[in-house]
């Protein structure tokens, strides 16, 4: 049997005061100090560990925001003082993509590295844009493995990165003896650069520590490269049109990112000269003219895999009416199977992937692993403020990080991604990550069902 | 066993003695609609009405207000807190008894309670959760002036915009009380009992360890009430649930917790679930701090250990798997009738033919936006169909395959109101399964802590002693009978403006449905 996936985590409580979605507990005048609320109505004993709280002034807010919406003291009051309400700073967090409960589903997995679990059904929308449109499949009957959820760490959820033969060659029996160099991954993940807006190179140390303790690859900026050797292996240079290529610490990884330009041919060359046993990723950025690109550049007998970025909303970058990396994914997945290429190529996707199930959908959209960013900056209970900028103040203080809390937060989400990955495909009957790519049929879109259902009876879309 | 309508020869031929019927003598509960009022001392109310200094105690602001939200009890001098919850808001300016106008010294003031924002999610808005609770203490609607928005929610698609094309007058008039709501849940005629339900629906399963058995209790009594059932769930029957076998649905899952042949011969009804619409294909989880030493016993389970039914059925490799389970049940309990619960896959309609096919008497489809338990927040929006597309699909096949009408189509998962369950029986559903909305009518806020720790804050879905003793049997099964009796009259007032005598003429009548997101210019199709 050979050896399983597994992330070592281990909790990693926050330094921050916590944000709650509710709290905000307001006595109003009048309270009859019946401590109702101290000792009958309060079921998680927010209000026993008051005087805990006040001890440390900085942590006093944590009380109300550790409130977990039951209302139970606000209709047990005596007096019928105290009120309850969202609390504002919760709203304030993130942006209409970004939401506060992202950020906070995010923080709770960073801390404790287990799948967020609740009660009382879904609570939210019945659909949405972008990964909210589709729905995985599952199946009534068919299962990967016959253990239930004792039999779940036998789903592969390994990738291959590299150009693949698209059939066996073989040369005085050995097989594959042509065979382009690939880099396996234990999960379909890699770890992108931030994006301008949120660059603080203070992190490197922290992501490239995190990519060597789950056994994936961060991809650094060369330039901002300080790590030391041993991290090499799961680190893979971006390296800017122009830059010197770091020729001694190129030996030691196993995977290298370039730019997309006229002469990117000529820069893959380059860099197989200097490592040939590299795979080399183009990046693409998903602007008007770069789902085309894409498709263009799989049809090179040089290019191995080629890494579309959308922008950190999932959207294509620069446009009006933009399209959504999924349905992006999907056109140039598609394209390359009419081609005849793409089982050749490793498509990574990157963009507005800021849940586990965002990594699912995204595969069956056709990308063979995907990259994530904010979602490490946001396990480091990042408010995803905007203030990255020197001069402001960050409510996360990363500018002090802890580099074990940040490594230990970053594990920890990605643990609890790849769980998640597990349960999703464990539950469409899925024994491999490989054969989920592109599998539409293992999803329903929203389009699609609408149609079939709606459209029959009730005609068209009024949106369409 | 009012009910039971199946002929004494047939009885004797096909049913041994030890499955007869029920053993212990059954339980009477009155049907009544009986005031029950919140358990809490402050009702959550839409609007604030605050009294400043200036209150002179003139009693004017008692005098005009017709909801009774100003009160000086006699002895007193002071007025006691407005009761907010009896405030219909602004809108009673236009009565002209409007407290805060009327007031000569200017000492009220109406505002909109933040709390009131903080209530309920996109598919259970606090409207809908302060009208289920209006519904559960009186049995019957909100008054309209309260302006509660109780038959769809806010989640923007399925039932929350389909919308009915009632007629502008009813085409025939029919009194409420000759109207039946009542459906068959054995179509199949293969000489088991006809049992009938006098409401298109019932109780959806909720184990012991799930919540209190209090909540179960409640559940069964009120399905008793109403002639209807409710479900044990996965984790066992409890002793105390026996006055009311008639009326039990127990269920057989994959871990087959509690499951022992005794109890499947107790009930007129077992279902086989194989999966759960809020985690489809995920099996069931009870963390282990609601494994109590109670809920232990009755799983015959280690006390604290998290207990797993592992999806699917180890057993089940196919259709001729599933029948020969059902074979297997429906000999242990010659009186039983069979339903498999299953969620909402892509091939749901094929599943819900080969169950037919295995000897199902009824196919009950869960679809993913349900659940009353814990659940994995990833499985609960990403896995398998929303119920409203899975309805049509299957009546569709089943209909196609000519066998629509010897079996019982039931959907759950997400039905949140009488016009949900009229929805969905006119996409194709002869009835529903509720789960959530009881909960409600019991108190729930949705606050979503049902799984972990003592579980619900509530006493509603928890084991913990201290905490399910903030309820008792009495009320809660009086809450769910009024609750019922209220839906019941909007699904009767549904029919009345269609002209229907029953609600088995509903089933299927796409036709009288609209969908707010589309043209609405197909041709009347039935």
Redesign the interface.
């Known amino acids: 049997m050979p050896e399983k996936y597994h992330i070592k985590t281990q909790p990693v409580p926050p330094v921050s005061p916590r944000i709650g979605k509710?709290g905000m507990v307001d006595w109003r005048e009048d309270c009859a100090r019946c401590h109702n609320c101290v000792k009958k109505a309060c079921?998680?004993d927010r209000y026993r560990q008051e005087a805990d709280y006040i001890r440390n002034l900085s942590d006093v807010n944590a009380l109300f925001f550790d409130c977990?919406?039951?209302?139970?003291c606000?209709?047990?009051?005596?007096?019928?003082l105290l009120?309850?309400?969202?609390n504002p700073e919760y709203q304030k967090m993130g942006n209409s993509y970004w939401t506060p409960d992202i950020i906070k589903?995010t923080w709770l997995q960073a801390e404790t590295a287990k799948?967020?679990?609740?009660?009382?059904?879904?609570?939210?929308?019945?659909?949405g844009k972008g990964f909210?449109s589709m729905?995985?499949?599952?199946?009534?009957?068919v299962?990967p493995t016959?253990?239930?959820?004792?039999g779940r760490e036998y789903i592969s959820s390994s990738v291959d990165i590299g150009r693949k033969l698209p059939y066996l060659a073989f040369n005085c029996n050995k097989t594959g003896a042509n065979a382009s160099p690939l880099v396996s991954l234990p999960m379909p993940m890699i770890i992108d650069m931030t994006s301008p807006a949120h660059t603080l190179p203070q992190l490197n140390p922290i992501i490239a520590q995190t990519a060597v303790n789950t056994d994936i690859i961060a991809i650094i900026d060369s330039r901002q490269w300080q790590g030391s050797d041993k991290q090499l292996r799961n680190i893979a240079f971006y390296i800017a049109d122009g830059e010197d290529i770091p020729k001694d610490a190129l030996k030691k990884t196993r995977l290298v990112e370039i730019p997309d330009g006229a002469k990117v041919i000529e820069r893959i060359k380059e860099i197989k000269k200097i490592q040939p046993g590299i795979v080399i990723a183009i990046r693409v950025e998903l602007t008007s003219a770069g789902v085309e690109r894409a498709i263009k550049l799989a049809e090179s007998k040089e290019v191995e895999v080629i890494h579309i970025v959308a922008d950190a909303n999932g959207n294509e970058i620069g446009a009006s009416k933009p399209r959504f990396i999924k349905d992006m994914t999907r056109q140039i997945h598609t394209a390359l199977i009419e081609k005849g290429c793409r089982d050749e190529i490793t498509l990574m996707a990157g963009g507005g992937i800021a849940?586990?199930?965002h990594m699912?959908?995204e595969i069956i959209c056709g990308a063979d692993l995907i990259t994530i960013n904010l979602p490490l900056l946001i396990s480091l209970e990042c408010h995803l403020c905007n203030s990255c900028k020197p001069g402001m103040v960050c409510p996360a203080k990363l500018e002090k990080i802890d580099i074990n809390y940040g490594v230990g937060r970053m594990t920890n989400l990605i643990a609890a991604w790849h769980d998640?990955l597990i349960?999703?495909m464990?539950?469409?009957?899925m024994r491999e990550v490989r054969r989920l790519r592109g599998d539409v049929?293992r999803a329903?879109f929203f389009e699609n069902?609408e149609e079939?259902?709606?459209?029959?009876?009730?005609?068209?879309?009024?949106?369409n | 066993m009012a009910s039971f309508s199946v002929p004494e020869k047939t009885i004797k031929d096909i049913l041994p003695e030890n499955t007869l019927k029920t053993i212990v003598p059954q339980e009477e509960v009155t049907r009544a609609v009986k005031t029950a009022p919140?358990r809490?001392?402050?009702?959550?109310a839409k609007f604030i009405v605050h009294r400043n200094l200036n209150c002179k105690r003139c009693g004017k602001c008692a005098e005009v207000c017709q909801y009774g939200v100003h009160v000086l009890k006699p002895g007193y001098k002071y007025f006691a807190?407005p009761k907010n919850h009896l405030c219909i808001g602004p809108s009673c300016e236009k009565t002209g008894n409007f407290c805060v106008a009327k007031c000569p010294n200017g000492a009220l003031q109406l505002k909109e309670?933040?709390?009131f924002?903080?209530?309920g999610?996109?598919?259970?808005p606090g409207d809908l959760i302060l009208a289920t609770w209006k519904m559960a203490e009186t049995g019957d609607v909100p008054p309209a002036e309260y302006g509660y928005e109780y038959n769809c929610g806010n989640?923007?698609?399925?039932f929350?915009?389909l919308r009915f094309k009632f007629p502008d007058k009813p085409p025939v008039k029919i009194d409420a009380d000759k109207i039946d709501t009542s459906i068959s849940l054995n179509k199949r005629g293969d000489g088991r009992p006809e049992i009938k339900i006098d409401v298109p629906w019932y109780g959806g399963g909720m184990s012991f360890g799930s919540v209190s058995n209090v909540t179960q209790l409640s559940k069964a009594r009120a399905a008793k009430a109403w002639n209807t059932f409710t479900c044990t769930g996965e984790g066992g029957y409890m002793e105390r649930m026996r006055p009311y076998d008639d009326h039990v649905i127990t269920q057989v899952a994959?871990g087959l917790f509690g499951v022992r042949e005794e109890t499947i011969q107790r009930v007129p009804i077992v279902e086989f679930k194989?999966?759960q619409g809020?985690?489809?294909?995920?099996?069931g989880?009870l963390?282990g701090d609601k494994n109590t030493p109670a809920v232990a016993k009755m799983r015959e389970a280690v006390v604290g250990i998290s207990l797993?039914?592992?999806?699917?059925f180890?057993s089940?490799?196919?259709i001729e798997d599933h029948q020969k389970h059902l074979d297997w049940i429906k000999h242990i309990n010659r009186r039983a009738l069979i339903s498999t619960k299953?969620?909402t896959?892509?091939?749901?309609d094929m599943?819900a033919v080969g169950s037919y096919s295995a000897g199902t008497h009824i196919v009950h489809i869960d679809g993913?936006?349900?659940?009353?338990?814990?659940?994995?927040?990833?499985?609960?929006?990403?896995?398998?169909?929303?119920i409203?597309?899975a309805i049509?699909?299957v009546h569709k096949f089943l209909a196609d395959e000519g066998v629509r009408d010897k079996v019982t189509l039931i959907a759950s998962g997400?039905i949140r109101s009488a016009h949900d369950v009229a929805k969905a029986i006119a996409l194709g559903a002869d009835g529903v399964v509720i789960g959530?909305v009881e909960?409600v009518a019991l108190g729930?806020?949705?606050?979503?802590?049902?799984?972990?720790?003592?579980g619900?804050?509530?006493g509603i879905?928890t084991t913990d002693p201290e905490?399910a003793a903030k309820m008792n049997i009495e009320w809660g099964t009086q809450r769910i009978i009024n609750l019922y009796n209220a839906w019941r009259k909007v699904l009767v007032g549904i029919l009345q403006r269609f002209g229907m005598k029953s609600v088995t003429e509903l089933r299927g009548r796409?036709d009288l449905?609209?969908?707010l997101?589309?043209?609405?210019?197909?041709g009347a199709?039935k």
């Not at chain 2, 809490?40 to 959550?44: H, K, S």
């Not at chain 2, 999610?121 to 259970?124: G, K, S, V």
């Not at chain 2, 806020?445 to 720790?453: A, H, I, T, Y």
């Open positions: 509710y079921v998680y977990m919406g039951c209302f139970s606000v209709q047990d009051c005596t007096k019928g009120c309850m309400s969202i589903t799948i967020p679990v609740s009660g009382a059904g879904y609570r939210g929308p019945f659909s909210d729905w995985t499949d599952m199946s009534e009957i299962r016959r253990d239930g959820i004792h849940l586990p199930e699912a959908k998640q349960e999703v464990g539950a469409m009957g049929g329903m069902l079939e259902t709606f459209g029959k009876l009730f005609g068209s879309r009024k949106n | 919140s809490y001392r402050n009702e959550i807190e309670n933040p709390l924002k903080a209530l999610d996109y598919r259970w989640s923007g698609g399925g929350d915009r994959t194989y999966a809020a985690k489809p294909g995920l099996g989880h963390l797993f039914s592992p999806f699917p180890h089940v490799y196919s299953v969620s896959p892509t091939d749901v599943v993913g936006y349900g659940g009353t338990g814990a659940a994995p927040d990833i499985a609960k929006k990403n896995i398998a169909m929303p409203e597309y049509g699909r997400g959530t909960l729930c806020v949705r606050c979503s802590r049902c799984e972990s720790g003592r619900c804050p509530r879905a905490l796409t449905l609209m969908h997101d589309y043209t609405n210019d197909v199709k």
